[in-house]
């Protein structure tokens, strides 16, 4: 993942339920969504896994295996995914 952007991002795979859509889940008082049950991450400057995100002009990168379904691509770092910072991924 390369963050073009002007602020730190990362990105967090989530499954979603067979029905559901991305961008319908309801973030906490932290700004963030519930990670239970995350395929995978990439938040980590120039490295893969897990930290405090991808800072703007970095990169990081992770291989994660997705089984065919629903998923839902998150930027889980404070108020992002209430921003709009989400995306829906179907693996066949």
């Known amino acids: ?8 991002h990362e990105l967090v795979v989530l499954p979603l339920a067979a029905g559901a859509s991305a961008g319908q889940r309801v ?3 932290d700004g963030k969504v519930e990670e239970t049950g995350s395929l995978g991450e990439v938040s980590n400057d120039c490295a ?3 930290g ?9 990168w992770n291989t994660v295996p997705l089984p065919p379904g ?7 770092l404070e108020n ?9 991924l179907l693996v066949s």
């Open 48 to 50: 893969a896994g897990v």
């Open 70 to 76: 629903q998923h839902e691509l998150v930027c889980n």
């Open 27 to 29: 973030p906490g008082a």
């Open 52 to 60: 405090d995100g991808i800072a703007a002009g970095a990169v990081g």
């Open 80 to 88: 992002h995914y209430a921003n709009g910072m989400y995306r829906e």
């Open 1 to 8: 993942m390369s963050n073009i952007g002007w602020r730190a």
